[in-house]
């Protein structure tokens, strides 16, 4: 095709525009090569500018003076009442700026309210925790420790840990963040469950969240690890939207990357508020010394459908351990516990992939 436009450009060049044409030929090529390398392709993302790196408005490493508190006694209105929760306070003084977790989480208008959140259980079932990575006594991680069930909201029996960034002062319309995540070896016993895994999440966001009395517009999107099939099989990453009763709005579909066991990697996440031709939802994975994965990228709705004016995300936890007490019994039945490690956590505002 190039020597066609090399011979198309030959002879026309003694017309004043020829540089023109030549160029805007060229350029549609290469838009064609660029679709036809990708067949997930999606055309929101063929326009995004790639210096927009939007608004930081959190970073933590989870180093300095951070610390997790526990059972705190105010239980903000926001939260399901009569359940503990922790939160953590203090500052990573590794980083120059935005890493202070009451100033710059808690006490910004830019921000929201953050918190660790269990509805139930105990230290012996569940717990959060700054410790030494394991390997890597100079690093702090945050771990998630998850090794039984209880009857939570709504009288199920589940077992759940979440990171809050809750009541957002001026709800997200477009938002990014980044974390890197450890699953120890344990997680591999998943790859033996017998059946399939639909439900086991990591994160989840809320537009807005159904909990909220009088809320007609509720509606959320879930990411999370699963298991295609009954028999033994790798892990995948699966994603859903589902609206105010629970009814399927769409759902992301990728079998093809397989979830990192045994070794880090960056995740990368996005969220545009929108209908079906404007809402978008991205997640990729960068495994340490590997090449980006983009796992999904999905347009659609990201807002109740029916919602006339949708006023962005006011909830959401961007790090969360959530399943099923079938699949947590499983686990320690095998003498495994769920674990996972957080690490180099951060939030912006408006930035895009």
């Not at 298991?227 to 009814?247: C, G, M, Q, W, Y």
Request: glycine share 8%.
């Amino acid at each position: 095709m190039k020597v066609m436009i090399g011979l198309a450009c030959e002879k026309f060049r003694s017309f004043k525009l020829v540089g023109a044409w030549c160029a805007v030929a060229l350029l549609g090529i290469a838009m064609l090569a660029a679709c036809a390398g990708n067949k997930n392709h999606v055309a929101t993302s063929a326009t995004v500018n790639a210096t927009d790196n939007g608004q930081l408005i959190f970073q933590t490493g989870f180093e300095g003076s951070s610390k997790v508190v526990t059972n705190i006694k105010t239980i903000p209105s926001f939260i399901t009442p009569h359940y503990a929760i922790d939160d953590i306070v203090g500052k990573d003084t590794t980083l120059a700026e935005k890493s202070d977790w009451v100033k710059d989480l808690d006490n910004n208008p830019d921000a929201g309210q953050f918190l660790i959140e269990y509805t139930g259980g105990d230290p012996t079932k569940r717990n959060v925790k700054i410790i030494p990575e394991p390997g890597n006594p100079n690093n702090q991680v945050l771990a998630f420790w998850l090794n039984d069930s209880w009857e939570a909201s709504e009288h199920q029996v589940k077992a759940r840990i979440q990171t809050d960034i809750y009541n957002i002062k001026h709800g997200y319309k477009e938002f990014y963040h980044s974390v890197r995540v450890f699953l120890p070896n344990d997680f591999n016993a998943l790859r033996k469950y017998p059946d399939t895994i639909k439900w086991l999440t990591i994160a989840e966001y809320w537009n807005n969240g159904w909990w909220h009395e009088n809320e007609k517009y509720g509606f959320r999107v879930t990411l999370g690890i699963g298991k295609p099939t009954a028999a033994t099989s790798d892990l995948n990453f699966i994603l859903n939207a589902e609206d105010s009763v629970h009814r399927e709005v769409w759902k992301g579909h990728n079998t093809n990357v397989k979830v990192p066991v045994g070794k880090w990697f960056t995740m990368d996440c996005y969220y545009k508020e929108g209908d079906k031709q404007t809402g978008r939802y991205y997640m990729a994975i960068t495994p340490d010394g590997g090449a980006k994965k983009v796992v999904f990228d999905v347009t659609g709705y990201t807002q109740n459908p029916k919602d006339p004016n949708p006023d962005g995300v006011t909830e959401f936890s961007p790090m969360k351990l959530y399943t099923s007490k079938e699949l947590v019994a499983f686990m320690k039945g095998q003498g495994k516990t769920l674990q996972v490690y957080w690490d180099d956590f951060k939030l912006w505002k408006g930035k895009k992939p």
